[in-house]
C-alpha cells in the first residue's frame, strides 16, 4: 500500500460525496464530459481515478458492449463502486507509479491530476495504456488564490494555461482539442466563495436548494473561458516520437500491475 491510499480514503470519508454528486460544477462538467465522449468511438475504456464509478453510466453510455475497467489508488472507493456497479472490474492502481499492461480505446481521467504531486509520471503511465484517445478533466487557473478550498478537497495544483498542453506533448501526447468552461460564475465568483466554506460530504436541503439553484445560473458561464478544463488527446504516431522525447524517457517511475493482482489488493 502506498503512503497516498489512507490520505485519499480519509478524503473519500470526510469530503467527497454529495458534492461529486449535487455540486453544480460537477453536474455541468458531466454535462461536458458526455457531448466530448459521445463524439469519440471506442470499445474499451479506462478510468483512472475512478471513484465510486460515477463516470461509468456516461462512459457506457449507447455502448452496451464495451468493456469498463475502473483503477483508483483508494481502497475506500473501490469498495463503494464494486457494490455500486457488480460485474464491472475495479483495479487498485497507483497511476503514479504503476500502469495496466493492456491498451485501452479510450483512457478517461477526471478531476485526479489536480490531486497529484507527480503528474508528470501520472500521464507517462496514462500514455503506457492509450492505444486511442486520452480524455482529462482538471482544475486551472491559480492555486494560491483559492488555496483554502482547494487544500481541503486535497488539491496540490491548478494548472496555468497552457500548462498542461505543454506536459502532455512533453510525454508523448498531441493535443486535439481544449475546452474551457466556468466564467465568470464558477470562476472565480464560486471559487472565491469557496475559500469561506467548509468541504462536507453531505449536503443539508438548504444546501442542495442553493446547489441546485446555483446549477441553473452556471448555464450563463462561458465554454471558452474558466477554470474547469477538458482535453482530448491522442498519442503521437511512434515515427514521430523520436523527433522529440520519447514517453518513456523519463525519470519518473513506472511499472506495471497485473489486474488480476491489483483487484485482490493494492499496489506496494
Known sequence: MTAATPVYDDIWRNVYGDLQEHGPAHRHLRRLLRQTVAELDFQTVLDVGCGTGDN??????????????????????????????????????????????????????SLVLEHLPNDEAALRNMHAMTGGRLVVATIGGDLHRYRPWEEQVGHVRNYRSGELERLLDRVGFEVERTLRWGFPFYSPITRLLQNRMSATPSYGGATRLVARLTHAVYRLNSDRRGDLIIIVARPWPASLRGLGSSPRASGAEHSQVSPMRAQSRPPS
Open 56 to 109: 461509468l453510466p456516461m462512459l457506457l453510455a449507447g455502448r452496451s458492449s464495451a468493456r469498463f475497467v475502473g483503477a483508483d489508488v483508494s481502497k475506500e472507493a473501490l469498495a463503494r463502486a464494486r457494490h455500486r456497479h457488480p460485474g464491472h472490474d475495479f483495479i487498485a492502481l497507483d497511476i503514479e507509479r504503476q500502469a495496466l499492461p493492456d491498451c485501452f480505446d479510450l483512457v478517461f481521467s
